[in-house]
């Protein structure tokens, strides 16, 4: 069981827009820590996504964004491509914890 | 470029030992914070470790704690996780991780993984 709750699974054509919910509580996110976000392709490494919440690192398409509101945050795609189709990851720090993830979201591009 | 090359994974048996290393380049190593993140096999990522520049502040998962040691050698731009008393559920790619500070508005200072090497997988099993 992750401290931060993602879907499963979320799935969109082509195109399309499609959201990632990470839900936390009052020792991470509600305490005011901001959320990272990774993407994890088949077979690699995570690559760093989002940083600070809303943050993209050069080199990552405006078709990714994210925010924070309160106990969650959401990563956003739009645009959706069939490279997009990975695994994706929050993460955030917890007071009794440190560093603590999400259980993961597959992302299929139908 | 920055780069993180793990190494060290194999099988090992319950109660055994194994050292994973992680050598880095493309960055000033001494300048930066080090992790250990781990993802068993079909599952989520865990962090499982960090270790600050000067390796005055170290921190475990509790899952790890007393049993794995983690050291950075400057001088060698080298990253290690000593894994004592393995266990199977140790079972998974280990992945070394460099910190990035971000200031955030709200918490002060917080760190996320901006660089990951490719892993290297431990199994534990007899």
């Not at chain 2, 055994?16 to 068993?40: D, E, I, P």
């Amino acid at each position: 069981q992750s401290v931060l709750t993602q879907p499963p699974s979320v799935s969109g054509a082509p195109g399309q827009r499609v959201t990632i919910s990470c839900t936390g509580s009052s020792s991470n996110i509600g305490a005011g820590y901001d959320v990272h976000w990774y993407q994890q392709l088949p077979g690699t490494a995570p690559k760093l996504l989002i940083y600070g919440n809303s943050n993209r690192p050069s080199g990552v398409p405006d078709r990714f964004s994210g925010s924070k509101s309160g106990t969650s945050a959401s990563l956003a795609i739009t645009g959706l491509q069939a490279e997009d189709e990975a695994d994706y990851y929050c993460q955030s720090y917890d007071s009794s914890l440190r560093e603590v993830f999400g259980g993961g979201t597959k992302l299929t591009v139908l | 470029e920055v780069q993180l090359v793990e190494s060290g994974g194999g099988l090992v048996k319950p109660g055994g030992s194994l050292r994973l290393s992680c050598a880095a380049s493309g960055f000033t190593f001494s300048s930066y914070s080090m992790n250990w993140v781990r993802q068993a096999p079909g599952k989520g990522l865990e962090w499982v470790s960090s270790i600050s520049s000067s390796s005055s502040y170290i921190y475990y998962a509790d899952s790890v704690k007393g049993r794995f040691t983690i050291s950075r050698d400057n001088a060698k731009n080298s990253l290690y996780l000593q894994m004592n008393s393995l266990r199977a559920e140790d079972t998974a790619v280990y992945y070394c991780a460099r910190d990035a500070e971000w200031a955030s508005p709200a918490a002060g200072i917080e760190y996320y993984f901006d660089y990951w090497g490719q892993g290297t997988l431990v199994t534990v099993s007899s």
